[in-house]
């Protein structure tokens, strides 16, 4: 067999998104998701479909006893490595390719969309999921500007580049528009009482402090975060593009994170790290206009994140102290106390978007 010198061919790619299996118009979502397994895999389906009705008639399994049975540990795992994926829920699992159109001719709109698979939480299950996959689905456009801003800088071409940035900026602005939705499809108490502890992974959670053991696979537990925005592609790609330097822990965290992602995703952002920094870039051309485009990017990218942290404040901070303070009139069952400062994947989670806000903030650029 000849042998490829994969260093040479990558050199002679363009910086494409498709080399990522990144769609433009739908950017790390996948544009036309299986709705179904074939047939030999229909009893798994079923269960898939029925999730909601098992969990809350205790009729699945009421609790993980430290051990995942190897009936479903072994495919779990192995399917896994074949994506690429740790063996857990993750963001990709969720969000990116949990979608179908109601109507297929219809429009992309969250009346017309439903998640292919659902977890108990009825409405406010439906409607954060299909609100994130819309922030994603708004970011499509930005991605898409990626390698215009990649090609107007190494040309370079000002004037291309200064068009991307903007792209990407509007792009930015759009995110937070449609992240505003969640206030009308989820309901808090739902979403921290019911929805959350599904997103909780074997990682900093008391409940399994060693991990889960999945049978047949390993003797010894092990340890997976669960599933986080952190490990969506999208801020970090953007990160990377404009060069925002986080500090230590929070890096070290989202790193870490990289980990849950699609491989060929994790690629893409390993590309934008492997190009001159485009901030230095900005820096050095001395143009104003330049600059400024650059900087509506950070400030939309750092607003964002201050609407994170007002979004993480309202369902997590204060959903958590309205469950104590009213227990009596919850409908909702309290989940373990370990969730009301911490990120699903393991993150102190105030600290965290703040730091990250922060630092995003201090990469504006003053002339």
Aim: hydrophobic share 40%; glycine share 4%.
């Amino acid at each position: 067999m000849m042998e490829v010198n994969t260093e040479c061919t990558k050199e002679q790619l363009p910086f494409i998104l498709r080399r990522f299996h990144i769609s433009e118009d739908y950017g790390f979502l996948l544009p036309n998701p299986l709705k179904d397994l074939p047939p030999f895999y229909s009893p798994w389906m079923e269960i898939a479909h029925s999730l909601p009705h098992l969990i809350e008639n205790h009729q699945l399994r009421s609790q993980v006893n430290k051990v995942l049975p190897q009936n479903l540990a072994i495919p779990f795992v192995e399917i896994s490595r074949v994506l690429g994926l740790p063996p857990i829920l993750v963001h990709a699992d969720f969000v990116l390719v949990n979608w179908k159109k109601r109507n297929p001719c219809g429009p992309l709109e969250i009346e017309n969309l439903e998640p292919i698979i659902c977890l108990p939480g009825e409405a406010s299950l439906r409607g954060f999921i299909l609100v994130t996959f819309l922030v994603e689905k708004a970011a499509a456009p930005g991605i898409k500007a990626v390698p215009q801003v990649v090609n107007g800088m190494l040309q370079p071409d000002n004037r291309i580049l200064e068009e991307a940035l903007q792209d990407v900026a509007s792009s930015l602005r759009d995110m937070a528009r449609v992240l505003k939705k969640m206030h009308d499809y989820v309901d808090p108490a739902i979403f921290y009482g019911v929805i959350r502890i599904f997103f909780s992974g074997w990682k900093d959670n008391p409940a399994l402090p060693e991990g889960l053991i999945y049978e047949g696979i390993s003797d010894k537990p092990l340890v997976y975060s669960g599933a986080s925005a952190a490990q969506s592609t999208t801020l970090h790609t953007f990160d990377e593009l404009l060069g925002i330097q986080h500090c230590r822990e929070s890096t070290t965290f989202l790193h870490r994170m990289r980990e849950y992602m699609p491989p060929h995703h994790q690629a893409f952002i390993e590309e934008i790290q492997s190009l001159p920094p485009l901030r230095s870039h900005v820096l050095s051309s001395g143009k104003e206009k330049l600059c400024s485009a650059y900087n509506m990017c950070v400030a939309a990218l750092s607003d964002l994140r201050t609407y994170h942290i007002a979004m993480v404040t309202k369902y997590i901070i204060s959903a958590a102290h309205n469950a104590k303070a009213k227990p009596s009139e919850s409908t909702s069952p309290n989940p373990p106390s370990f969730l009301e400062e911490r990120g699903t994947g393991g993150s102190g989670i105030l600290s965290f978007l703040k730091s990250v806000r922060n630092t995003t903030k201090e990469a504006i650029i003053t002339f």
